[in-house]
């Protein structure tokens, strides 16, 4: 029986995608829920899986291609794999040799892999059924390839160096020009509008954060051993973000035209960094998460990013965005709006500096904190006053907890 292999179903937000990755040949033989193929878009990579057991009869969008929702990718044969499967053994012996630099690798494998010109084939795989891993390319880039695998590379011909930074030889001047991904591509045009099409300002403030410290210090081992996630510092802003949000309902709203949306609810996206580039996931209703449920979701988002399974309704919606690139040693940065958001919250590094304190000078661990936030939709003393709320409840928490 013949089943048309579509393209999921894409949401509104995503227009369409480009076809990655092939993981089966035509007449391959598959197992059901078996991967066929990676389609990438915008925002995440969709896997398409067998339907049942069969083989891939004939592909009708190559890797590179556009497709749009539903569109047909591929005609599947239905039915019993072992008679396919049984010559494929039988001239598997003969084809070894043909076949050995064919290399399987995983997706995100293969973008780090291109990304620094890496050849997968000089990687030692550790994958299932000799699959090479992210993880695989990561620690190949690291210098920490097996060491099984790699007399092979260094008998070849010199290769392409495995990273950027890889010193070259004196006097050669060599340039790599790499495509843009698509999500590369839509993170680049969607920062140029925030900033063509908004009227972006940005306001800082600064917060003690050893109220916070000591409190983390007191209680983490016992929150880890109560709730079985770290206590982290992420949660306390995204709570202090959220009540500052209730009270300043301008901030929690967006822009849709010449109307302006004011939510009743408060959904927070926390910007993730990963090898793709840049997502940003959402918490939903975060005034009914508890600081524990807040770092749960949190560290499955970066989890689940880093191994790019974050799905398109992890990344759909949201109020109001937070972005920490203290965690990277940015000391004060502008973060820009993620539209049709109309603020944005931008936490830095942590760093002692000398304060005057009641006519004294005592030294606090102090984070610079930016908003940057729409001037048509918000006005200056809103945001100002937005922020100051965040920094009082910093240096406070008790106030997060008796919700004054």
Do not use: C
């Not at 698509?182 to 063509?196: C, G």
């Not at 809103?382 to 106030?399: S, Y």
Request: without cysteine; negative net charge; charged residues 25%.
């Amino acid at each position: 029986m013949s089943i048309e292999i579509k393209a999921p179903t894409f949401p509104e937000s995503v227009a369409d995608g480009t076809v990655a990755t092939w993981h089966k040949k035509p007449g391959e033989p598959v197992q059901r829920d078996e991967l066929l193929v990676d389609i990438e878009t915008d925002k995440v990579v969709l896997e398409v899986v067998a339907p049942a057991d069969g083989t891939l009869k004939n592909v009708l969008k190559d890797e590179g291609d556009v497709v749009l929702s539903d569109e047909v990718l591929a005609v599947f044969e239905a039915g019993d794999i072992s008679a396919a499967a049984a010559p494929a053994a039988a001239e598997a012996p003969a084809a070894a040799p043909a076949a050995s630099g064919d290399v399987i690798a995983s997706p995100a494998a293969k973008k780090i892999a291109d990304e620094n010109g890496v050849d997968v084939a000089s990687v030692a795989a550790t994958g299932k059924d000799g699959r090479v891993t992210k993880e695989d390319v990561v620690n190949h880039l690291k210098g920490g390839a097996k060491p099984a695998a790699a007399p092979a590379p260094a008998a070849a011909a010199p290769a392409v160096p495995s990273a950027p930074v890889a010193p070259m030889p004196e006097g050669d001047r060599v340039e790599k020009r790499v495509p843009m991904t698509r999500l590369r591509a839509t993170i680049a045009k969607r920062l140029v509008d925030a900033q063509q099409n908004a009227a972006m300002l940005t306001t800082y403030n600064e917060v003690n954060m050893k109220p916070i410290m000591d409190l983390r210090k007191k209680y983490k081992d016992q929150f880890e051993k109560s709730h079985g996630v770290k206590m982290g510092f992420m949660s306390f802003f995204v709570k202090a973000a959220t009540e500052a949000l209730k009270r300043f309902p301008a901030v929690n709203a967006s822009i849709d035209g010449n109307d302006m949306v004011y939510h009743g609810y408060q959904d927070v996206g926390v910007a993730v960094s990963t090898d793709r580039g840049l997502v940003v996931p959402i918490l939903r209703d975060t005034d009914s998460m508890s600081l524990a449920e807040i770092e749960g979701t949190i560290g499955d988002f970066a989890k689940r990013g880093r191994e790019g399974k974050l799905g398109i309704e992890d990344m759909q919606g949201g109020t109001f965005t937070i972005t920490n690139g203290g965690i990277f040693g940015s000391l004060m940065s502008t973060p820009i709006l993620n539209p049709p958001q109309t603020a944005i919250l931008g936490m830095h590094k942590i760093q002692e500096r000398p304060m005057a304190v009641n006519g004294e000078v005592v030294i606090l661990p102090m984070m610079y904190l930016a908003v940057s936030y729409d001037h048509r939709m918000i006005d200056g003393k809103e945001a100002v006053q937005f922020l100051v709320t965040i920094k009082d409840l910093l240096e406070d928490p008790a106030r997060l907890l008796l919700d004054i």
